[in-house]
């Protein structure tokens, strides 16, 4: 049942990933998987069988949701822009709350955590503005190592919620060479970068997973900051009274399904499907002592 749900969440992740302003970071926020993404990757060996079983599931629903679902959600997003953004702001905005409650769980709520909060989501709101504003740098040269560099900070765009990889390409000069060796595949390009992104994304989740281990309420409040700054880049803008009413409901539609997951997770954990578990496990025992028996 865990495999088949986290399947399904590698699908939503591998095709929301192409959303503009929603990484795959707040999409694993979003789901609830981010911390453990995080210790199944940085401690792999040390329990092989485990992490394969967690990460194969998502690895196997992201290249579904690219391969498969990508180009639906593209075809959503050209056609009904706005209900379909309105409906990851949903996403977003319903998971908030819990998001909250497994923070204030672990660790007592202090009202300082809420700054880190509101810092995090100026930047990202900061972000977004200077990414809407600013022009195209053009880097003239790039060498070998610059692309290893390039690659390195684009990481933090991946393993942070709700930082633009886009943003920090443009600010490196680096993101129109970049989109054009990805329609070119131009390995040249291509293969420094990929490099950077590989050693880059080790060390900001190791960062990442540090800050967690120290102070995990002040980091995980900047990542819901950051994560709520995200919807600044899905806002609809210019839109007619009908289409305010549609994005209204489309966003209660969001708010919604974000709720799914955690009604899966209280029906697991209620009274009814652990007493109809065991029921299961006492029928099997029962079949397996008369089988002896014959």
């Known amino acids: 049942m865990n495999g088949f749900l986290n399947i399904i969440k590698g699908i ?7 959303v503009p302003g929603v990484s795959s970071g707040v999409l694993c926020v979003i789901f609830g998987i981010y911390e453990k993404l995080l210790d199944a990757v940085l401690h792999f060996f040390k329990d092989i069988k485990r992490n394969i079983k967690f990460l194969f599931p998502i690895a196997l629903g992201v290249g579904i949701g690219v391969l498969l679902f990508s180009n639906i959600l593209n ?41 880190y909060l509101l810092i995090a989501l100026i930047i990202g709101i900061a972000m977004v503005i200077l990414e809407n504003k600013m022009t195209f740098i053009h880097v003239e040269s790039t060498n070998f190592i610059y692309l290893i560099l390039c690659g390195a900070i684009m990481s933090i765009g991946i393993i942070v919620p709700g930082v633009s990889s886009t943003i920090i390409l443009m600010l490196l ?6 989109l054009q060796s990805i329609a070119n595949v131009y390995l040249p390009v291509l293969i420094p970068i990929g490099i950077g992104l590989l050693l880059g994304s080790i060390i900001v989740m190791k960062i990442t997973k540090k800050l967690l281990e120290k102070y995990y309420a002040q980091t995980f409040y900047s990542i819901i900051g950051f994560t709520i ?13 009908l289409e305010t009413i549609l994005c209204v409901l489309c966003v209660a539609l969001g708010i919604y399904v974000s709720h799914i997951p955690n009604t899966i997770k209280n029906l697991k954990n209620s009274t009814l499907f652990k007493t109809a578990k065991v029921l299961k496990k006492l029928r099997s025992h029962s079949s397996q002592t008369q089988e002896k028996d014959l």
């Open 173 to 178: 000069g680096v993101y129109s060479v970049y």
């Open 75 to 115: 075809y959503f997003l050209y056609e009904f822009p706005i209900q379909t953004k309105s409906i990851f702001i949903g996403l977003i905005l319903g998971t908030i709350p819990s998001l909250i409650k497994e923070v204030n769980t672990k660790e007592k709520f202090r009202l300082q955590n809420i700054i």
């Open 229 to 241: 700054g995200s919807i600044f880049v899905l806002l609809p803008q210019g839109m007619t009274l």
């Open 12 to 18: 939503f992740i591998g095709a929301g990933a192409i």
